[in-house]
């Protein structure tokens, strides 16, 4: 099985910014401050299990539950919608217990391993080699880790204003990605329970 090194950096690229952990940084100092306590190191494998999963049977496991992909990121595209309202509103929808379960929801899915994400892995598949896609996806959760583990440096570099500010900007940042992710699946969740619908109305 031969190794790309030029494809692995174009999917390792392309996983990054869809995963964008970095701009995630004022979404999980936003939950660390609501008492969760969050594990890099789960947040890590179960992320990496979840897209693995994704990368080799997606089509299936979602085939089985009679889910498409579509359907799929329109659901969660409602969690990171309602994760952007309580960073810019300042209102909880998540309530907090804490404990760990923000390591499962919403930090592995759906901010690590989340629709865009998925579905990303699954368009790549048709043009890369399985194992350069799983390379580069291994990397990027290295990074996610790292990026878990030093959130509370970055948190006393920005301070407690700094923290306030980035949070509203990523809410924002945040909404308009869920509401992109909304439209841009509506159409073809609409055009499975109705084909030919979008050709008809765009006829009226």
Known sequence: ?????????????????????????????????????????????????????????????????????????????????????????????????????ASIVPIAFPIVAGAGSITTLLSLRAEYAHIDILIALILNIIIVFIVLKTTRIIEKLLGQTGIAILRKIFGVILLSIAVKLFMSNVVNSIENFFPGIINKLSNL
């Open 1 to 101: 099985m031969e190794i790309n090194i030029v494809d692995i950096f174009s999917v390792f690229m392309v996983l990054f910014a869809v995963i964008d952990i970095v701009g995630s940084i004022p979404i999980i100092i936003d939950i660390k401050s609501k008492g969760n306590k969050i594990e890099a190191l789960k947040v890590s494998i179960v992320s990496l299990i979840i897209l693995v999963l994704f990368l080799f049977v997606g089509e299936a496991i979602l085939g089985v539950f009679g889910v498409d992909i579509s359907s799929f990121a329109i659901a969660g595209s409602f969690i990171l919608f309602f994760l952007s309202l309580e960073m810019i509103l300042g209102i909880e929808f998540f309530k907090s217990t804490a404990n760990e379960g």
